[in-house]
């Protein structure tokens, strides 16, 4: 399973929060938060980051995404061998189908319910954690990558989506390493150049991280844009390729 932070260093001032946090987050649409004043919050924010090593949203999604990992689906059919990975950039969860990966992302990452719902109501499967030849091919595999040992994966993906985003995902996939190109690029790789916001819709909607590679897609000016798992992210998986990390410190 993928690890949910403690909030036992939670400093005892905080205590109210914590207790909406370990109890009601499945009830609220947003973060449980007695009112506190702008300078109490910012407080908050501080304590939280410095105590749990993560932002209380990231919190709150990963608890949400356990319990939707952990729910029984009384029609599902399959299993969805899953793992819980580490990597120098935060734990991944990985999921797979009868045919591949179908999800890798980072943990505690924005949309990664729905990703992880959508899965499970595309294959009608049920989420089992353990070891297999295809979850140790992949650990395998990011290691090398973090290590700038490997350039291409050989796990197999399985991509659920729509047909235009399965084309905009092998549009990804035809990016080399080390390369970026914009939305207007991708789209014109895909014969449809008007289509620069569908597009970035669509690598939205990439559910592989890492392997279908959206974080080389950026802007017209050379900006970084959006990337559900942080921009920071981003930009390290960017140098990362580029032969700027040093990778003998992970």
Same mark, same amino acid.
């Given at each position: ?17 914590? *207790? ?17 004043? +702008? ?5 908050? /924010? ?10 209380? /949203? +990231? *919190? ?9 990992? @952990?729910?029984? $689906? #009384? ?12 990597? #120098?950039?935060? /734990? ?44 140790? %091919? %992949?650990? !395998?595999?990011?290691? &090398? $990558? ?9 796990? #197999?993906? +399985? ?6 985003? =399965? ?15 914009? $939305?207007? /690029? !991708? ?6 150049? =008007? ?9 939205? !909607? ?20 959006? $990337? ?9 998986? &960017?140098? %990362?390729?580029?032969? @700027? ?6």
């Amino acid at each position: 399973m993928i690890t949910l932070p403690s909030l036992n260093n939670l400093p005892s001032k905080w205590d109210e929060i914590r *207790y909406c946090l370990e109890t009601r987050v499945f009830e609220c649409g947003v973060m449980p938060h007695p009112n506190l004043t +702008e300078c109490e919050a910012g407080q908050f /924010e501080r304590d939280f980051w410095d105590n749990i090593g993560c932002a209380p /949203e +990231e *919190y709150v999604r990963i608890r949400r995404a356990i319990r939707l990992l @952990e729910a029984r $689906y #009384p029609d599902s059919l399959n299993e969805l061998t899953s793992a819980a990975i580490a990597t #120098p950039l935060g /734990e991944m969860l990985a999921v797979f189908g009868n045919k591949g990966l179908c999800l890798l992302e980072f943990v505690g990452q924005k949309h990664l319910e729905q990703e992880i719902a959508a899965v499970q109501k595309a294959l009608r499967g049920r989420f089992v954690f353990r070891e297999d030849e295809r979850t140790q %091919l %992949l650990r !395998q595999e990011l290691d &090398l $990558y973090f290590q700038c040992r490997l350039k291409t994966f050989a796990t #197999p993906l +399985e991509m659920i989506g729509t047909a235009f985003q =399965k084309q905009a995902w092998d549009a990804l996939l035809a990016i080399p390493y080390g390369e970026t190109r914009s $939305y207007k /690029e !991708q789209a014109q790789h895909l014969g449809n150049p =008007k289509a620069v916001r569908a597009v970035a819709a669509a690598n939205g !909607q990439n559910k592989v991280s890492v392997l279908i590679p959206c974080h080389r897609v950026i802007g017209s000016d050379g900006k970084l844009t959006g $990337y559900a798992g942080g921009l920071n992210r981003k930009q390290f998986l &960017l140098a %990362l390729e580029r032969g @700027e990390v040093q990778t003998a410190l992970f």
